[in-house]
């Protein structure tokens, strides 16, 4: 039996990257030699086992050969008989097809290290076009690396094109998709996540809310990008140096879907855009099974992302409804993910990346005076039901339009 560290853990040990993640590979075992270790199995398609202690991956080395479509769609083979080498030839890049010995020593046998030193994602073999998730790995590193200087090998990007032509996207599940994406947004350069599978014709069968923002025009004089999609990816850009939430870049990513279905009459305006923004961000949401706070989050901004470029034209009456429709008067911290939702937004126009954004503090000022409201004497007089909610809701609008006073003074 020989163990070897392999993936993530190797590449980015070379690259002197931050990783989080270990993964081993067994090589000469069987599963019944792991489980009297102590290995816990947990794999279903093929046999993989929990270290009891470190809690860290450790899969019997494998083959597998394409039997259907999309991502389930292999036949795994395990033996003390398959080698390194032959569990390497099936990973997706040359850089993830590395692997340590337990003494550091480097086994590289398609030049992944080499890749490295040339910062190109290059596949390892033509066994990539057989599973269509490489697509959104390929896109999940470039976005990963891409301030380091990477880019996807032009064979390697063509083969992906390939994978999109045959329809293989259609077939991954949606738990895939979503894992992989908020990966992606999560790293360094989420926008280069989205234009690389915008270049391979990706973006339209998994994102085709999202695809069809390019193109769109906006008013010069508010997006002197003009182009939607482009705004988006500016926007994401933003949202890197604003948040590291997953949640809050995803409604970045989102927050404009209405303009898409804008008419073509009134363009480039794009009155009520949010409430037809609203179906759409609910249907991608369902479809990719989006945890509930990240759907939240992007509704409320979605909705109420006007509302904050207006901030301190806002009525008394409307800062209220803002606040409790995002859901801050019960949560006070969601206000700080909206605030940087929108930012990224304003933000994420050509020559505006450094603008000055008042409404934040004016935000965030406003809702602690909300906080200030005190019902105290109307519990001690025993009102209670609708009329408490109704005396709240004054006495709310009231500290509000205090605060606005002030503030206009």
Not at 104 to 126: A, C, I, T, Y
Not at 131 to 137: I, S, T
Not at 381 to 397: F, S, W
Request: charged share 25%; net charge negative.
């Amino acid at each position: 039996m020989h163990i070897y560290l392999v993936g993530g853990a190797v590449r980015d040990g070379l690259l002197n990257y931050p990783s989080s993640e270990k993964d081993w590979v067994v090589v000469g075992a069987t599963p019944e030699q792991m489980v009297n270790l102590g290995f816990k199995p947990v794999g279903q398609d093929f046999p993989v086992f929990i270290h009891h202690k470190t809690g860290e991956e450790y899969a019997l080395a494998r083959t597998e050969r394409k039997s259907g479509r999309g991502y389930k769609g292999f036949e795994f083979y395990t033996s003390t008989t398959v080698s390194l080498e032959d569990d390497l030839v099936r990973r997706d890049l040359t850089i993830n097809a590395m692997a340590q010995d337990a003494e550091g020593n480097l086994v590289d046998p398609f030049d992944g290290q080499r890749d490295l030193e040339l910062k190109v994602l290059r596949h390892v073999s033509d066994a990539f076009t057989e599973d269509p998730l490489r697509v959104l790995r390929v896109a999940r590193f470039a976005a990963r690396y891409c301030h380091l200087g990477f880019s996807i090998a032009p064979e390697t990007m063509q083969l992906m094109k390939s994978i999109v032509a045959q329809g293989e996207m259609e077939f991954l599940v949606a738990e895939r998709v979503w894992k992989e994406t908020d990966r992606a947004l999560q790293e360094r350069s989420p926008d280069i996540f989205i234009e690389v599978l915008r270049q391979c014709g990706a973006l339209k069968v998994l994102f085709p809310e999202v695809d069809s923002l390019f193109g769109v025009p906006q008013k010069a004089n508010y997006h002197p990008e003009v182009d939607t999609g482009i705004h988006i990816l500016m926007a994401l850009q933003q949202s890197v140096k604003l948040s590291d939430s997953g949640a809050v870049r995803f409604s970045v990513l989102v927050h404009d879907l209405g303009k898409a279905i804008t008419p073509e009459s009134v363009l480039p305006s794009h009155r009520g855009h949010e409430s037809r923004g609203l179906p759409l961000v609910k249907n991608i949401c369902g479809r990719l099974g989006v945890p509930n706070e990240y759907r939240q989050l992007a509704m409320a901004v979605t909705e109420f992302h006007l509302h904050y470029h207006k901030a301190l034209e806002l009525r008394p009456e409307t800062l209220l409804k803002l606040f409790n429709g995002i859901g801050a008067i019960r949560t006070p911290s969601k206000l700080v993910d909206f605030l940087h939702c929108c930012e990224a937004d304003a933000r994420g126009r050509t020559g505006f990346e450094d603008r000055d954004c008042p409404s934040t503090q004016y935000l965030t000022n406003a809702l602690a005076a909300v906080f200030k409201t005190d019902i105290s004497d109307l519990v001690a007089a025993g009102v209670n039901g609708a009329e408490i909610g109704r005396q709240l809701k004054q006495r709310q609008i009231g500290k509000l339009t205090e605060f606005k006073s002030n503030y206009d003074q």
